[in-house]
């Protein structure tokens, strides 16, 4: 079955950028979605489609996907993003899958 | 704004059946896609199966035998059912919109189930 791998955690000083992987085999061929999700919060999509952001959403965030590597790209990291980070996708075969998710924290 | 809203018992007794609704305000329930999702304690997100109507369900293979989802479009609610449960089924129960894309952009808050004697 399809898998997703994500670090455990990734630390990033304020102002910074911070960047989490998402692994998979052949992941770019398939479409990544990211989701922000706070303690006692329900999770926020911030990136759809690779690269697409919902409207709400600060234009910080940004996705890409190609090869085997998603990566959600923050831009001058703020410590509201502190937050755990989950990529999800697609599959025919296992059909919805979540990676393991990336604590963020903002130093 | 779609909001969605977890509702069920929060405790569960091992091999009994787990029963979940999530009622949805802003919105029809018809028309769209409707998932739930789960997060064990300390663990990462698990997707349980997406419904948009009565022939068109499909679950989590891992679930699969144990899950029946289900539409009222009536009540513009949509149900959960999870069979003969263990403690591994301890998790909070997420009900969530998912666009024809695969993704989803509108959640629930979120329901802690624990199953325990």
């Known amino acids: 079955s399809y898998e997703l791998t994500q670090p455990p955690s990734v630390s990033v000083s304020p102002g910074q950028t911070a960047s989490i992987t998402c692994s998979g085999d052949?992941?770019?061929?398939?479409?990544a979605s990211w989701y922000q999700r706070k303690p006692g919060q329900s999770p926020v999509l911030v990136i759809y489609?690779?690269?697409k952001r919902p409207s709400g959403i600060p234009e910080r965030f940004s996705g890409s996907n190609s090869g085997n590597t998603a990566t959600l790209t923050i831009s001058g990291t703020q410590a509201v993003d502190e937050a755990d980070y989950f990529c999800q996708v697609w599959d025919s075969d296992s059909y919805i899958l979540f990676g393991g998710g990336t604590k963020l924290t903002v130093l | 704004q779609v909001q969605l809203q977890e509702s069920g018992p929060g405790l569960v007794k091992p091999s009994e059946t787990l029963s979940l609704i999530c009622s949805v305000s802003?919105?029809?329930?018809?028309?769209?896609?409707w998932s739930w999702i789960r997060q064990p304690p300390g663990k990462g997100l698990e997707w349980i199966g997406y419904l948009y109507d009565r022939r068109t369900i499909n679950y989590n293979p891992s679930l699969k035998s144990r899950v029946t989802m289900s539409l009222d479009t009536s009540e513009n609610q949509f149900s959960l059912k999870l069979t003969s449960v263990t403690a591994a089924d301890t998790a909070v129960y997420y009900c969530a919109r998912m666009d024809r894309l695969y993704f989803f952009d509108y959640w629930g808050q979120g329901t802690l189930v624990t199953v325990s004697s």
């Open positions: 052949k992941l770019g061929d398939k479409f």
């Open positions: 802003g919105g029809s329930i018809s028309s769209s896609y």
């Open positions: 489609r690779d690269t």
